[in-house]
């Protein structure tokens, strides 16, 4: 079977054709068509759907912006607001990347709560886990050298603010600076840079996200309960069940979208990003998007200059180890009573700290500030570790089955035998 | 029993198809209807389409004389014809020329020759509007790339390209003055 | 797990809400002009624009530029063509270079940008005891609740307080961050004349050139809100049809034991 043609059984002879030599019906097929997927999602489990769908709505217009967008400190903003009055659908087409951009992080934040919720980071998923995280940090790269590129005043000041983060390295600090630049401050070599990546890394998340879904697919999902599916009974296929479950969610998170993109599509935004970048001024209060608030409220908790910028970088990386900072074997915060509450705890500290990061770095907010944060490390360092060994866990489903269909679809009694051959059935 | 079974199974039936079919069309209209902002935007944009006319001054033109203006990203050749051009051009039998057309139907006053300047061949730029250019043998245009040659009325009379220079939308504002576009 | 969900988005609701707040600083919050397009359906009163436009011909463009606006935008407002052709031919713009290498004058086109009133920033802050005028194309989306932001200031001059110290040149407005304005108290009483006969007292030129300006920043908010009405209610008949056909597709999966 190594050499010579796939076995398929797609019936059209084209597809066919194609098929025996390049496998890739069977492929999606077995991957999204009968792919074994436990039956007991949640909507929760709508939202990588959701990111992937997000992914490609902000590559396509990315796509369409660059063909009118000028990387130019001189003609940026105004090649902004061209697109906005004289493009042919210029403002929806900016606007839904816009706010794309804001519906990316809330899904991938919902979808990052339900992994740390259901415990989809534990074994054996730990490098789903792991890419995840790298797939958030690229994201976050790129969603920063995005908001530069209109070349607003909030551009400029975070790009500033943001590249000035590197200077608190010991020693080649500067010097990393001045590279990250091209030049003695932030200007034009730096907005080329920035427009030449921004449009590259959509396309290495494209990659992770790949091998995301590839490491996926060998494990399986996890799942509401946190126990692995013991048989076909407690699975069904991916099609039809969660892509019609998933259209649900796509159309409802595609209203959310347009509300935002129709009716209030600079909410979300600073008003000052619609002033030219002026390098002599800076704004009274610079703020970054509302999706790195509760990583610029760390920053500024620290006293310390490079304290600050090893925190907030630690904020994320912590997450890179937290398959074995959580020493519990219960997956799902369902039977974990008191974890639950400290998951909980920890995210109203996140949405703290945003609250304080969008505030001047004036009291009380720097001690909330700085109350939250030890609250976000302790939760991953002291925590969760210490939890695994005193927490009683309640106790678990014997099967996925049993806990969704009850005793009453069973009739009380062992499954019947034919049950398991059901879903196969059906793909 | 078994009958009633079997028609609620059919009626559950046809009535999922339909509401399947439904949710179908409806996916494809909204995929129809995103993709339309994306390939409308590559259309030309507003601030392109205000400058797709242009305004010139012919007063300043001699007998004999042509200007070049551009016009959407092309040259237009405006030549001021003198009498012998105008004879030239309309001593010409239609059965003579590879693509028919009168000299009257190719101006608006007879001394105005406006075209845009793209030879019909290839896209070019025709030769013949400096007094010192090689005119052709027809003393119109000549297009250095394939040797075509063009009459005093822009017409196609020796050469590869299949059609005459393509006369532009104009008018007179003025005696002095024409709108292109 | 609902009601977390409820909790977290109530949260979240919270957080976001209370975000644009800090900008305010220390001017006391605008007053509301009651604006027809401020609210989600609202359209652009087009009689207020054009007199809008006339106050910001005659008063503001003498120090503010409206850089990114062009005479052809005018007939979006409702301008006949004819008017704006006139409106752009009573300007003279710098065209060129011609055949000898020369820039030269020619009366304004529809193509053609509104006009600056100073070539550079340098000039404009020269010409102005050291301050800068802003561009005005889209000041209305570069304040904070900018519609009413500009018509709170342009009619909320007064004489400082007591124990308030002016600057040099500078006038008191409490409405302008710090209190202390550059820009004088421009509009009067009766300063321009409406074709339309519309009285111009302070308040009504105020509100017809924020109108305007907010029109200038936002062009697309009309259609942009006729098209999303009808997103959102073709969402809404898709999102029943998918909930419907998942209905349907999960509950033979119920009826059957596995």
């Known amino acids: 079977m190594a050499i010579g043609l796939h076995k398929s059984e797609i019936k059209n002879p084209v597809l066919r054709w194609v098929d025996e030599r390049l496998p890739i019906f069977t492929m999606l097929h077995k991957e999204y068509g009968t792919f074994p997927t436990p039956r007991n999602f949640n909507y929760f489990w709508n939202f990588g759907a959701l990111a992937m769908i997000n992914l490609l709505i902000m590559i396509a217009t990315g796509v369409f912006l660059a063909m009118h967008y000028t990387p130019h400190t001189a003609y940026a903003f105004d090649s902004v607001e061209r697109i906005m009055r004289d493009v042919n659908y210029g403002w929806l087409i900016r606007y839904v990347h816009m706010n794309g951009a804001s519906m990316f992080f809330i899904v991938v934040y919902i979808h990052i709560f339900r992994g740390l919720y259901y415990g989809s980071y534990k074994a054996p998923r730990e490098l789903l886990w792991m890419l995840g995280v790298v797939i958030f940090l690229l994201m976050m790269a790129t969603a920063f050298m995005g908001y530069v590129l209109p070349w607003g005043q909030m551009s400029f000041w975070g790009a500033t603010v943001i590249t000035n983060l590197f200077s608190a390295f010991p020693i080649i600090g500067d010097d990393i600076v001045t590279l990250l630049w091209g030049g003695f401050s932030v200007d034009n070599p730096t907005l080329n840079r920035f427009f030449s990546l921004h449009y590259l890394l959509p396309f290495v998340i494209v990659g992770v996200v790949f091998l995301h879904v590839a490491a996926l697919h060998v494990t399986g999902s996890n799942n509401p309960l946190g126990i692995e599916p013991k048989g076909p009974q407690d699975t069904i296929p991916f099609h039809p069940y969660y892509t019609i479950k998933d259209t649900v969610g796509i159309v409802v998170y595609l209203m959310v979208f347009a509300f935002l993109v129709f009716f209030m599509p600079n909410y979300l935004g600073h008003p000052d990003n619609y002033i030219p970048a002026n390098p002599l001024s800076t704004p009274a209060h610079i703020v970054p998007e509302w999706y790195f608030l509760p990583f610029y409220a760390i920053l500024r908790a620290v006293p310390d200059k490079l304290g600050g910028v090893v925190l907030m970088f630690g904020s994320i990386l912590i997450w890179f180890f937290l398959p074995w900072l959580d020493t519990s074997k219960v997956r799902s915060m369902r039977f974990r009573p008191i974890a639950r509450v400290a998951l909980l705890l920890w995210v109203i500290a996140f949405f703290v700290l945003m609250y304080c990061g969008s505030k001047p770095a004036e009291q009380p907010y720097v001690l909330i500030s700085q109350i939250a944060t030890a609250y976000y490390f302790a939760y991953f360092l002291v925590i969760l570790p210490a939890l695994g060994k005193l927490e009683k866990p309640l106790p678990l489903p014997e099967s996925i089955s049993r806990a969704v269909l009850g005793e009453k679809a069973l009739g009380g009694g062992p499954l019947p035998a034919s049950a398991a051959a059901m879903p196969m059935e059906k793909a | ?181 | 797990m609902t009601r977390i969900l409820t909790a977290l988005g109530l949260l979240a609701g919270l957080t976001l809400a209370s975000t644009p707040a800090l900008a305010a600083g220390e001017a006391r919050p605008p007053r509301d002009g009651h604006f027809s397009f401020a609210h989600i359906f609202g359209t652009f009163d087009r009689a207020a624009a054009q007199r809008g436009f006339q106050v910001y011909k005659e008063v503001c463009a003498a120090c503010h530029s409206m850089r990114l606006l062009s005479f052809r935008n005018l007939l979006e407002i409702g301008l006949s063509e004819q008017q704006v052709r006139a409106i752009a031919a009573s300007v003279e713009v710098t065209d060129g270079p011609n055949e000898e290498g020369q820039m030269f004058q020619r009366p304004g086109r529809l193509s053609d940008r509104f006009p600056s009133p100073f070539p550079n920033e340098q000039a404009a802050r020269a010409a102005n005891n050291g301050a800068y005028p802003p561009d005005l194309s889209v000041i209305i989306k570069a304040r904070h609740n900018g519609a009413n932001y500009v018509y709170s200031l342009l009619t909320g001059y007064q004489d400082p307080p007591p124990g308030v110290q002016l600057g040099d040149g500078m006038h008191y407005n409490p409405y302008f961050p710090g209190g202390q304005i550059a820009m004088a108290s421009v509009l009067n009483e009766g300063q321009v004349e409406f074709a339309d006969g519309t009285p111009a007292t302070v308040d009504q030129m105020a509100r017809d050139v924020v109108t305007f300006l907010a029109w200038a920043a936002e062009p697309e908010t009309e259609q942009r809100r006729r098209m999303g009405i009808r997103v959102m209610i073709f969402l809404a008949v898709a999102g029943v049809l998918a909930y419907g056909v998942k209905r349907r597709v999960w509950a033979e999966l119920k009826t059957k034991p596995a």
């Open chain 2, 1 to 181: 029993m078994a009958d009633t079974a079997a028609q609620s199974v059919a009626q559950t039936g046809t009535k999922r198809d339909f509401l399947k079919l439904t949710a179908t069309a409806f996916a494809v209209v909204g995929v129809g209807a995103i993709a339309w902002p994306f390939i409308d935007s590559l259309n030309p944009a507003r601030d392109t389409l205000a400058l797709a006319t242009t305004e010139v001054d012919l007063a300043p033109i001699q007998p004999g004389m042509a200007v070049t203006v551009m016009w959407r990203g092309k040259p237009v050749f405006i030549r001021h014809r003198t009498e012998q051009d105008i004879a030239a051009a309309r001593a010409v039998k239609l059965s003579e020329l590879k693509d028919p057309a009168t000299d009257e139907s190719r101006v608006q006053r007879p001394q105005w020759l406006v075209m845009i300047g793209v030879c019909t061949h290839l896209g070019c730029v025709p030769l013949g509007q400096r007094p010192t250019d090689n005119k052709g043998d027809f003393d119109g245009w000549f297009c250095p790339c394939h040797g075509s040659h063009y009459d005093t009325s822009g017409r196609i009379r020796r050469g590869p390209a299949p059609s005459n220079l393509e006369i532009p939308p104009y008018t007179f504002i003025s005696d002095t003055q024409i709108r292109i576009g």
